[in-house]
Structure formats: structure tokens, C-alpha cells
């Protein structure tokens, strides 16, 4: 394979990668019903613009390639007339096209006929084969792309609570702590009740999430699929992690204990009368005020996914949960509550909560590079200012399940 053969295969490769790429963060968003975030709308205009650099490397290439192969059919059939010209007797190589053919040419080549004996003993003429084995060192190491990784970049949790514009490094919520009051007088002319209007304020530090890798130029420049991108994807992801393990344990930290499930199966009944009874307590924390969610770790979305099947009958307590769509995200409802899986809670946790009772803010830096000439190396971080904060903690419920 010639160097230019290469280029043109590693820059087709690498776009067919990043439209792959792109079409997963658009496939996620609209599996959650969502508009695609901060993160994901970095990612993909990061990769539309690599593409649009690729595309503009392809053009001369490409044309390149076309004269490149013009000219090599023409030498060729220049090459063939030449050839003709100077021995127009010379034999040329036969293929049958039947079995009946070769036949015929066999028997006409016994009774003497010499361009019949001609073309049989250039069909069975005996040929060198050689094989790859006969030249491992023109063969190129193909890597099949794009690279296999395992991991779940989803922040259901954070999107569900609807991440806020970080303000500062540190500042304070305020708070109502006293209401004022009042009440039914006692007589005429008496005096009605008073009491005054106590704010209070919540105190918020941000937290720092990042990190970085020394790539060296060499990798950057060789590797195929490209190295840079990759560890980019993979630094925001891990941020993505980060941050949603860290809401989400917080959160499940300050809620407030609630209903139990009893041992052994459930019913749906008992979990719908769980949630209710959950979202009774919410209610009296925050007076309606934001939007119930039900928010569970993999592992119970299993126990309560069953007791719903999808086929929605009229008198159901839920639309039903499908398990061909078992991951991060929005999975269903019960009694018109969202159910959404979270990886980022442990094992074993439910919690009713409303997003008033829980913020979370957020100023993502984003990608970083910087380069190292005395090492011929480009160093490139990842990183965000993240906040997570407890409002009201009776605002969360968990619902506990007996083993």
C-alpha cells in the first residue's frame, strides 16, 4: 500500500469513526427524551469541525488518487497494443468459460489442431503459487475500528435535577426559616398575631473535577484511529462520572428514611403504595413545589422492573418497564412519577424526591492542551467546576427494600 493508499484510508476511516461518533450522542439524547447538554453539544461541534479539516485534506488527495489511477490504466492498455503490435502470433491467456469448452479444446488438440494445443498447455501450465506467507513484510497491521470501551457517560441524576450556571467559587442560597404568621382574631379590636420573617442563607462551595494526560507527538501523529480524540472522549467522560456519582451520593446521604418494602416479592401494589406514601412526605416538605422523580440504582429498577409489564392495560399503575431498554436515563413511570436508573447510586436505593429539594450547578471548563517542546509531548486536561446541593433533605425520601 502506497503512503497516499494509507493517508486516504486512515482520513476515510476516521470520519466514518466521528459520524458513528456523533450519530451515538444524538441516539442518546433522543433515547431520554432530551436536548443534548453542555458536554455533548462541545463533543459534537469539536468532532464536526475535525471532519470539516478531514474533508478539506481529502480534496487534493482525492483528485490526486483519480489522475494516479487514469494513468495507470492507460499505461497499461498502451502496454497490451504495443505488445500485439510487435508479436501480433504472441499467445494470450485463455479462460473457459465452460466445462464443455476445455472439452472441446481437449479433443480438437488430439487430432492435431496446433492453436487448440496452444491454448490447452497455457490453461495447464504449471504456476508458482505465493501466498502472504511469502511476504509478511508487505502487509499492513489493520486495525478495525472504532475502539471497543465499555463505559455509560449518561448523568441521569444531574440532567433529571437540571444542572444551573455555576455563579462563583463559593456563595450562598438564601432560605426561608421562620414564616410570618397568621391566625383568626381572637375578639374585635384585639390584636392580631405577629411574627416576623426569618431568611437564612445555605452556604455552597464548589468542588474541582479534572485531570490530564501527557500524550507524546509521536502517538498523536501515528496512531490510528487518532489517540487525542479518544482521550479527550474518554477525560469527559470520566468527568461525567465523577460528577454524577458525587451528586448522587450526596443526595442519597440527606434523604430522609421512608416506607419499607416487605421481605421476600413484592407486588406492584405495595411498590405503587410505597411511592405514594413517598411522595405524601415530599409533598409536606416542599408543598409541591418542583417535580417528583423516582430515582433508583441498576440493581432495583431489576426488583421493580417485572412487577410492570409493558402492555398497558386501562386500569394499570404504570406504563410498564421494557428491558430491551434497560440502561441510564428515563425509563417509565409509576403512578405518573419518573422513574429514572442512575449508575451512580449504590446498590439497593430508592428515593422519591422533588427537584426543588435538590440543585445542582455547574461551569464546565472543558478540554485543555498545552505543549511540552522539550519532550515533543502535548499535554491535554479535562476538567469543570461542579456543585451539588441539599435544600431540604425531608424532600427526599428513600424507600427501603427488606432482603
Excluded at 135 to 156: K, M, S, T
Excluded at 318 to 325: D, P, Q
Aim: charged fraction near 20%.
Amino acid at each position: 500500500m502506497s503512503s497516499t493508499d494509507a493517508v486516504l484510508a486512515r482520513y476515510t476511516d476516521e470520519v466514518r469513526q466521528k459520524t458513528e461518533f456523533m450519530d451515538h450522542l444524538v441516539e442518546g439524547a433522543e433515547k431520554e427524551k432530551r436536548d443534548l447538554n453542555d458536554q455533548e453539544m462541545e463533543l459534537l461541534t469539536r468532532t464536526r469541525e475535525r471532519i470539516s479539516a478531514i474533508n478539506k485534506q481529502l480534496e487534493p488527495l482525492g483528485e490526486a488518487a483519480r489522475i494516479a489511477t487514469e494513468s495507470r490504466n492507460r499505461t497499461a492498455e498502451l502496454h497490451r497494443m504495443f505488445v500485439e503490435a510487435r508479436d501480433p502470433a504472441a499467445v494470450k491467456p485463455h479462460e473457459y468459460r465452460s466445462a464443455g469448452g476445455y472439452i472441446i479444446d481437449y479433443w480438437r488438440a488430439r487430432l492435431g489442431i496446433e492453436e487448440a494445443s496452444q491454448r490447452i498447455d497455457f490453461y495447464n501450465r504449471a504456476a508458482a503459487h505465493q501466498t502472504t506467507a511469502d511476504n509478511p513484510g508487505l502487509l499492513p497491521e489493520q486495525i478495525l475500528g472504532p475502539v471497543v470501551n465499555f463505559i455509560d457517560a449518561a448523568r441521569p441524576l444531574v440532567t433529571a435535577l437540571g444542572p444551573r450556571q455555576l455563579p462563583a467559587g463559593t456563595w450562598s442560597r438564601p432560605r426561608v426559616t421562620q414564616h410570618t404568621q397568621v391566625a383568626a382574631q381572637t375578639a374585635e379590636k384585639s390584636e392580631l398575631v405577629s411574627r416576623k420573617m426569618i431568611l437564612g442563607k445555605v452556604p455552597v462551595t464548589a468542588v474541582t473535577y479534572g485531570g490530564y494526560v501527557n500524550v507524546s507527538r509521536q502517538n498523536v501523529d501515528w496512531s490510528q484511529p487518532a489517540v487525542m480524540d479518544i482521550v479527550i472522549n474518554d477525560l469527559a467522560a470520566q468527568y461525567a462520572l465523577e460528577t454524577e456519582n458525587a451528586a448522587a451520593d450526596h443526595t442519597a446521604a440527606a434523604a430522609t428514611a421512608g416506607p419499607t418494602l416487605p421481605t421476600g416479592a413484592v407486588t406492584p401494589d405495595q411498590v405503587a403504595g410505597a411511592v405514594w406514601t413517598a411522595a405524601g412526605s415530599v409533598y409536606a416538605a416542599v408543598k409541591g413545589q418542583g417535580r417528583l422523580i423516582l430515582a433508583c440504582s441498576p440493581d432495583m429498577l431489576g426488583l421493580i422492573g417485572p412487577l410492570f409489564a409493558p402492555i398497558n392495560p386501562q386500569n394499570a399503575q404504570s406504563t410498564g418497564f421494557n428491558a430491551g431498554a434497560f440502561g441510564q436515563g428515563a425509563m417509565g413511570a409509576i403512578s405518573g412519577i419518573t422513574v429514572v436508573c442512575s449508575a451512580g447510586l449504590n446498590t439497593g436505593i430508592i428515593l422519591v424526591l422533588s427537584t426543588a429539594a435538590v440543585e445542582v450547578y455547574e461551569d464546565r471548563i472543558g478540554a485543555l492542551q498545552v505543549i511540552e517542546p522539550s519532550v515533543l509531548g502535548v499535554q491535554v486536561a479535562y476538567a469543570g467546576y461542579f456543585a451539588d446541593l441539599q435544600l431540604e433533605p425531608l424532600g427526599v425520601v428513600k424507600i427501603t427494600k427488606t432482603p
